[in-house]
């Protein structure tokens, strides 16, 4: 498995110490800002665009950003004096197009409208409406002047204003459960002039350390009338834990839409799984304790990093258990346990306890007298590359997140494709030979067989019996599904054509490679541009770097 560039590493360069700049004054430098950006009587702002975005936490490995889907058109209103944004989004995945539509109120929480204070509009607004500081910073190399404002005693928005007095860079913190105060860039550059205003016709908007949103702005028009009509309000779902129980010791927490699994063993017990949040932990141990009084919650086991599925893992901890994860996933919790939670401090970050956290490679067996639990790898599967499944043997129990999700009970029939994930989690099923009845999905509307997971990826039922029999050599696995593929060649030599498709895969996730062949550029020169890439979010292994820089070096040379 590759390495990459630890995103950590340079954010630590973003928050160098503070250095006041002598004899000026934050005020003084937003006025400025707002005259050079031509938006002192802005009223309302309307861009339209086209580029990608993401949702954060369903990484297929804690290293990697956030996988990101195309958005074939983007168009967001401002309406600066109300404090209120929209935006409409024609996303296209897989062929089909959805449509998204992203609403700010002025009174919405934290964690929406902050999208509006890191616009460099809104950024703007709250620096002169509040009282602000003024620092040095220097971000790869470049200096700014950082310009600094605190929302609702607690919300702290930062400014980067470059030498030509444009917002270059806009950061604040939200609250997430997995990462706690979780970092937020808006990156602003190519700015042009529109009828006086001057906008960014490139946009990044980076959450945890990778692109949520990359915007390529073709056309923007100021003071025209906006309409921002709220959303329908979504009831929250309330918390709730309904138990069924499978075998002796074997119990089913379902939730609305997560659920964990709770095993019994002679001296202490075990949960599969603390999905969600915090609320969601409380209200299954609280069922844990219900159900089995007197043992310990010794171990919990996560199936896979993905935020839906670790969001509640904290309040174990808290409550004194040991993580049991796949190894890819230690080097993440380690951090994301003792990352600052100023904004909404949970229970750990009040009793402060070290995580426990014990890893498992591709298998590892719990045991004692009275009860076997085997967790085993998911292999080669599109999803996740740290993804464990459970297993009862004695009881015959298959638990499984996410390759598997039955569909309700009245979902309409689906669409005829066979789902690769499915099917990657029946091959490693086969391959294992592991003897099971019922699976615990945790998602979907309930329990399951064996039959059907074959109905669902549409194979014929595979008997048990014709598996555990001692057979002649089976067919290996298939093909790896779902990811990777490879990258159209131009015309180079057959030695570089694997530089070339790295330039292709790694440079045009945000621009074309027009931007790469314009340029002209000694080593220095590349390097220098590289390193700004990956600290705008590009992908390159670590030992990719160099030899990309030497590529781009004799090709695009000076
Ligand atoms: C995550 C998004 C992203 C990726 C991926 C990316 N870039 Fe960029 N690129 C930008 C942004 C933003 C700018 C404009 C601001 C700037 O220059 O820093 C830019 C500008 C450029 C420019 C013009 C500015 C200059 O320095 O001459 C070049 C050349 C460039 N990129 C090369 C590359 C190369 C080479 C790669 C692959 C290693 C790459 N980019 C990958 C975001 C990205």
């Known amino acids: 498995m590759k390495t990459y560039v630890p995103l950590f590493a340079l954010m630590i360069l973003i928050t160098a110490p503070p250095a006041t700049i002598q004899g ?9 800002v707002m005259k050079a950006m031509g938006v002192e009587n802005l009223k309302t702002l309307q861009f339209s665009g086209e580029g990608s975005n993401a949702g954060i936490g369903q990484n297929i490995n804690p290293k990697t950003g956030w996988p990101t889907v195309r958005v074939k058109s983007y168009t967001r209103q401002i309406d600066i004096n109300a404090g209120t944004s929209s935006a409409q989004l024609v ?42 500081t003024l620092r040095a910073g220097t971000i790869s190399g ?53 009828d006086g205003v001057k906008a960014p016709t490139f946009m990044i908007v980076k959450q945890g350390g990778f692109p949520t949103l990359i915007l390529a ?39 609305g839409t997560h659920h964990s699994v709770l095993v019994e063993f002679s001296d202490y017990v075990a949960v599969i799984e603390a999905p969600q949040n915090e609320a969601r932990s409380l209200a299954v141990i609280a069922e844990v304790k219900k159900l089995i009084p007197n043992k310990p919650i ?22 004194g258990a040991t993580i049991v994860t796949h190894d890819i996933n230690q080097e993440f919790y380690e951090r994301a346990f003792a990352a600052p939670r100023t904004l909404n401090p949970d229970r750990l970050e009040r009793s402060k306890k070290k995580a426990m956290i014990e ?7 719990l045991t004692d007298a009275t009860r076997t639990l085997e967790l085993h790898l998911i292999q080669n ?42 099917l990657a989690l029946l091959d490693n099923l086969e391959k294992l030979r592991l003897d099971f009845d019922t699976i615990l999905p945790l998602h979907g509307p309930g329990r399951v067989t064996r039959a059907d997971l074959y ?52 440079c045009s996730a945000c621009h074309t490679l027009d931007r790469v062949n314009a340029k002209k550029a000694d080593k220095d020169g590349w390097t220098t541009t590289v390193t700004r890439m990956i600290d705008h979010g590009a992908r390159l292994a670590e030992d990719d770097a160099p030899r990309l820089i030497d590529f781009l070096a004799r090709t695009h040379g000076q």
Do not use: C
Not at 359 to 365: A, D, L, S
């Open 142 to 194: 470049t200096n700014y002047k950082v310009v600094t404002f605190v929302l609702q005693n607690k919300y702290k928005v930062e400014g980067y204003i470059n030498d030509q007095n444009l917002v270059e860079r806009v950061h604040t913190w939200i609250d997430n459960d997995v990462l706690g105060d979780m970092l937020v860039e808006g990156v602003y550059s190519d700015y042009k002039d529109f």
């Open 24 to 32: 000026q004054d934050g005020k003084t430098v937003v006025i400025a």
């Open 381 to 422: 599967n599109p999803h996740n590359d740290g993804i464990l499944m459970a297993f009862l043997p004695r009881e015959k129990i298959l638990i499984e997140a996410d390759l598997y999700t039955p569909p309700a009970a009245n979902a309409a029939a689906a669409s005829g494709a066979v789902n690769p994930a499915a």
């Open 91 to 132: 996303r296209v995945q897989n062929g089909a197009e959805t449509q998204q539509n992203q609403v700010i109120q002025a009174n919405a929480p934290w964690d929406q409208q902050f999208d509006f204070w890191i616009t460099p509009y809104g950024f703007l607004k709250g620096a002169m409406a509040n009282p602000v």
């Open 217 to 255: 702005v073709n056309n923007v028009k100021a003071n025209v009338p906006v309409m921002i009509s709220p959303l329908p309000q979504q009831a929250t779902a309330p918390v709730n834990v309904q138990t069924e129980k499978v075998a002796d010791g074997v119990y089913y927490l379902k939730g």
């Open 455 to 506: 109905a669902f990826v549409a194979k014929p039922l595979v008997p048990m019996a014709s598996l555990l029999a001692p057979a002649p050599a089976r067919v290996a696995a298939g093909a790896r599904g779902g990811r990777g593929g490879g990258q159209p060649a131009a015309a180079v030599s057959a030695e570089d054509a694997p530089l070339q498709a790295m330039l292709e895969a790694t």
């Open 298 to 319: 010794r171990y919990l086991i996560n199936t896979h990093h993905h935020f839906d599925h670790s969001g509640g893992l904290r309040t174990y901890v808290d409550a």
């Open 359 to 365: 890893v498992t490679g591709n298998k590892k067996v």
